[in-house]
């Protein structure tokens, strides 16, 4: 489902670091931007659905934080899935440093 706020969709809003930002700082501003920022955004939406809708769970995207914020409000299961380079790749082809923990809650041998 598109989201109806601007304000939620990357896409329309793009993230971009700022204004006298570099480095590390400007990273940081664009990370915030792309996933904090549209959070409010995000949870006026999702409560707007549930509204008509009356789910047992969120099932979202992982990059959809505001979704966790609307579970905790709305006391609802919370379920992310996404692509994950980690899981995606399998282990053989993984640096040894981060076999530690395979991803889905177990760790490796």
């Not at 934080?65 to 006391?75: I, K, N, V």
Request: net charge negative; glycine share 10%.
């Amino acid at each position: 489902m598109p989201w109806t706020s601007p304000a939620c969709d990357i896409d329309v809003t793009p993230a971009v670091p700022d204004v006298g930002t570099s480095g590390m700082a400007g990273q940081v501003s664009m990370a915030r931007a792309l996933w904090v920022d549209p959070m409010p955004g995000q949870v006026e939406e999702y409560r707007r659905i549930l509204k008509d809708f009356a789910a047992d769970a969120l099932i979202v995207d992982m990059i959809a934080l505001g979704a966790r914020a609307t579970a905790e409000l709305e006391g609802l299961p919370y379920i992310t899935i996404g692509h994950n380079p980690r899981v995606a790749f399998g282990h053989a082809n993984l640096p040894a440093t981060w076999k530690a923990d395979n991803g889905i809650g177990q760790v490796d041998a």
